[in-house]
């Protein structure tokens, strides 16, 4: 009796010292699944992925993964982007997205873009040879794919090659552990205090901003995303503008949505839909929802939209 009553006494004390640890800390009863680094294709890597330490917008300096990476995706092809005839089918070129929708920028593409824009200045080939206007070098593509497009290529099809942006690498860094915010953090439109780049595929092409879409073609020019979502600019490389299921991916054994990669904020990112082809309606502002087995975690949004997740849930590397 004696000893029972000790035993319970022992279990009560045990019980209390954990209740008592686990509201120690918020939201314990909330499942905080950390970054795997070892989900990172070393070859999009420039270098072993490692820790160090950062300081948080939230002020905490913790662990973060310093991700250096090569924009240049070791597990599917970059391009094409721009037929180079009206003649040419799907294969030679990209993609382009425009309400909501994916086009493939085939030769009959360009040769119908007065008509889809219904505006007579869209004129991107040769109309006795059918040749496709677009750039050639390095210099035609560092002054057509940039917001202020120069007058000169009105009417270019504007393609970057990965060549010439082979040395060119990028450091992210990620929290290790993913810290949710109580209100979520609005992404910047370019190089403010807030991140504009989303997150990053698990090859190591980051998930852009929208690409100025307006600007793009307020130049007359179409900046094609290949059929991986992605296309390349001097100072970014190689970045996505979609996500259209070609990178690497992990299957979730349970239906749900396949993680493709990792926000800024370390919190994981899942395709759109699941493997039922069913988009959650749960999600919150930021694209986002919690569930047990991957803690809070976003779903893209659907690759025409020229977007991926509205906003940041946790804390970032400031
Ligand atoms: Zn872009
Ligand atoms: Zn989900």
Redesign the pocket.
Known sequence: MTFRFILFQLTLLVLLACSKDDTAAPNTTDTVVKVDGTNFLSGGLAEPISIVSKTLSTGATVDCYKIVTKSTPPDHDMGPWCPSNISDDASKGGIWLEGGQVYDVDGAFIKNLATFYNNTTWQMYNTSTGAITKTLTQADCQAA?NPNVGVQYKNYCVECLPSYVSTLTKTIYIPVTPVKLTSPVSFGAGPMAVPSIRGIAFNGVVF?AP??VSAILGAYTL?P?DDAG????IG?GY?Y?AATGKSTKIIQTDGHAAMIGYALDGFGIYENQNTAGVEDTDLDASRGHYDSIRGYHYHVAKAGTNSFINSLAGAYVK
């Open positions: 794919a852009d690409a100025p900046a995303f992605g296309h390349i600019n970014a970045h503008h």
